[in-house]
C-alpha cells in the first residue's frame, strides 16, 4: 500500500492551526474560570452589595453609619438585619452575614469552629457602651447603687419594680445575667419587649418599670452637647462599688444625697466612673477585601469613629484627650 503524504507547507499550516486551537481553548478556559471568580466576589470596599447582622440595640447608630457610607460610596449597598445578638453569631457561623456587629468578642468554640474550618475572623474593638436603667417620670427613684441594682436584677426588691428588656436573648440580658448578676437568672417576672424602640415606650407608661437599654437609644440627638437624654423617660444615676467604698470612709457620708452618681455620659464611660459598661465590637469574615473589609474600615477610621461619639458611645480608636475646664 502506497503511503500519501502532504507538501511540508500543507503539514505545518495544520501543525499551526492545532497549537491556535489549543491556545484559544485554554483562554477559553481562563476567561470562564474568572468570570465565575468575579461572580463570588463582585464587591469591592467600596462597591457591591453585603449583608450585614447587627446588634439590636445598635440601631440608631449604624443605620447614620450606613447612610453616611453609602452616600460617599454610591455603588455600595449594604442590606442590614437588626436582631438579638446570638442570632448575629448563628448568622456568622452560617455565613449568611459577613460582617456582625456586636458587644463581644468570639468565645473559645466559636474560635475553635473557625480554625477548624480554616476560615479567618477579624475581631475588633471600636467603642466603649453604655448599659442604661430608665425609669418612668414619675418614679423617684433615680439614683442607685450597684448593691441595689445587684437586688433589683436578683429579684430582691419583691414586685416593687418591673425589669424591661429588648429582647429575650439579646447582648443586654447576657450582659445583666453575666455581668452583673454573675450567673444568676434574672426575676421571673421580667418582661422581654419587642426592640429598644418598646422598651423605651413601655416604660414611659408604665411607673414601676425599668428598662435595660444602650445608651445610643435614648440619647437626645438634637442635642450638640450630648448632655441630655429624651424627655419621656428618666436615666438612672449610679454609684459603682469603688466609689462608694471610697465614699464611706468620709464620716458624713449620705448615700441619699451624695452627688456621686454618675449618668452614661461620654466622659463617665470613658473613665469607668459610670459602673455598666461593655465593649462595641465587628466580627468580620470575608476571605477578600470586600465591602464588608471596606465598612468595618469606615466604622474604625476617623469619619466612622467620630459618628459614634456623636451617638454617645466612646470611640475607641480615636487619640481623646480629657482636660479641665471652667465654664463661666
Same mark, same amino acid.
Given at each position: *500500500?502506497?503511503?500519501?503524504?502532504?507538501?511540508?507547507?500543507?503539514?505545518? !499550516? !495544520?501543525?499551526?492551526?492545532?497549537?491556535? +486551537?489549543?491556545?484559544?481553548?485554554?483562554?477559553?478556559?481562563?476567561?470562564?474560570?474568572?468570570?465565575?471568580?468575579?461572580?463570588? /466576589?463582585?464587591?469591592? /470596599?467600596?462597591?457591591?452589595?453585603?449583608?450585614? @447582622?447587627?446588634?439590636?440595640?445598635?440601631?440608631?447608630?449604624?443605620?447614620?453609619?450606613i447612610s453616611v457610607?453609602?452616600?460617599?460610596?454610591?455603588?455600595?449597598?449594604?442590606?442590614?438585619?437588626? +436582631?438579638?445578638?446570638?442570632?448575629? !453569631?448563628?448568622?456568622?457561623?452560617?455565613?449568611?452575614?459577613?460582617?456582625?456587629?456586636?458587644?463581644?468578642?468570639?468565645?473559645?468554640?466559636?474560635?475553635?469552629?473557625? /480554625?477548624?474550618?480554616?476560615?479567618?475572623?477579624?475581631?475588633?474593638?471600636?467603642?466603649?457602651?453604655?448599659?442604661?436603667?430608665?425609669?418612668? =417620670?414619675a418614679n423617684?427613684?433615680?439614683? *442607685?447603687?450597684?448593691?441595689?441594682? &445587684?437586688?433589683?436584677?436578683?429579684?430582691?426588691?419583691?414586685?416593687?419594680?418591673?425589669?424591661?428588656?429588648?429582647?429575650?436573648?439579646?447582648?443586654?440580658?447576657?450582659? %445583666?445575667?453575666?455581668?452583673?448578676? &454573675?450567673?444568676?437568672? $434574672?426575676?421571673?417576672?421580667? +418582661? %422581654? %419587649?419587642?426592640?429598644?424602640?418598646?422598651?423605651?415606650?413601655?416604660?414611659?407608661?408604665?411607673?414601676?418599670?425599668?428598662?435595660?437599654?444602650?445608651?445610643?437609644?435614648?440619647?437626645?440627638?438634637?442635642?450638640?452637647?450630648?448632655? @441630655?437624654?429624651?424627655?419621656?423617660?428618666?436615666?438612672?444615676?449610679? *454609684?459603682?462599688? @469603688?466609689?462608694?467604698?471610697?465614699?464611706?470612709?468620709?464620716?458624713?457620708?449620705?448615700? %441619699?444625697?451624695?452627688?456621686?452618681?454618675?449618668? =452614661?455620659?461620654?466622659?463617665?464611660?470613658?473613665?469607668?466612673?459610670?459602673?455598666?459598661?461593655?465593649?462595641?465590637?465587628?466580627? $468580620?469574615?470575608?476571605?477578600?477585601?470586600?465591602?464588608?473589609?471596606?465598612?468595618?474600615?469606615?466604622?474604625?477610621?476617623?469619619?466612622?469613629?467620630?459618628?459614634?461619639? /456623636?451617638?454617645?458611645? !466612646? =470611640?475607641? &480608636? $480615636?487619640?481623646?484627650?480629657?482636660?479641665?475646664?471652667?465654664?463661666?
Amino acid at each position: *500500500m502506497q503511503r500519501s503524504s502532504l507538501p511540508a507547507g500543507h503539514a505545518l !499550516f !495544520f501543525m499551526r492551526s492545532g497549537v491556535k +486551537k489549543y491556545i484559544a481553548g485554554c483562554l477559553a478556559l481562563l476567561a470562564l474560570g474568572c468570570h465565575s471568580n468575579s461572580g463570588t /466576589q463582585r464587591d469591592t /470596599q467600596t462597591s457591591g452589595t453585603v449583608h450585614i @447582622s447587627v446588634d439590636e440595640s445598635y440601631k440608631p447608630l449604624i443605620d447614620s453609619e450606613i447612610s453616611v457610607f453609602e452616600t460617599l460610596h454610591p455603588d455600595a449597598h449594604i442590606i442590614v438585619d437588626y +436582631k438579638p445578638e446570638a442570632e448575629c !453569631f448563628k448568622d456568622l457561623i452560617n455565613d449568611s452575614a459577613k460582617l456582625v456587629i456586636v458587644t463581644r468578642d468570639l468565645n473559645s468554640t466559636e474560635k475553635k469552629y473557625f /480554625q477548624d474550618n480554616k476560615t479567618h475572623i477579624t475581631a475588633k474593638i471600636l467603642a466603649w457602651d453604655a448599659v442604661a436603667l430608665i425609669v418612668n =417620670p414619675a418614679n423617684r427613684d433615680t439614683t *442607685m447603687t450597684m448593691d441595689e441594682v &445587684r437586688a433589683l436584677m436578683g429579684g430582691q426588691t419583691g414586685n416593687r419594680y418591673e425589669l424591661v428588656f429588648d429582647h429575650q436573648n439579646s447582648s443586654l440580658v447576657r450582659y %445583666a445575667i453575666d455581668s452583673i448578676n &454573675r450567673g444568676k437568672p $434574672l426575676p421571673s417576672n421580667t +418582661k %422581654a %419587649a419587642n426592640g429598644c424602640a418598646e422598651v423605651v415606650d413601655y416604660v414611659a407608661g408604665h411607673e414601676n418599670a425599668v428598662g435595660v437599654i444602650g445608651v445610643s437609644w435614648i440619647s437626645n440627638p438634637y442635642d450638640s452637647t450630648g448632655l @441630655s437624654f429624651l424627655n419621656k423617660i428618666r436615666v438612672v444615676g449610679l *454609684m459603682s462599688d @469603688s466609689t462608694l467604698q471610697v465614699q464611706r470612709q468620709n464620716p458624713g457620708f449620705d448615700p %441619699a444625697t451624695s452627688s456621686y452618681y454618675f449618668k =452614661p455620659f461620654q466622659a463617665y464611660i470613658a473613665l469607668k466612673s459610670y459602673p455598666l459598661t461593655r465593649a462595641f465590637y465587628f466580627v $468580620l469574615r470575608e476571605p477578600y477585601f470586600g465591602l464588608g473589609t471596606g465598612f468595618a474600615n469606615f466604622l474604625g477610621g476617623n469619619q466612622g469613629q467620630l459618628i459614634i461619639g /456623636q451617638h454617645r458611645l !466612646f =470611640p475607641a &480608636r $480615636l487619640n481623646i484627650v480629657f482636660r479641665d475646664a471652667t465654664i463661666h
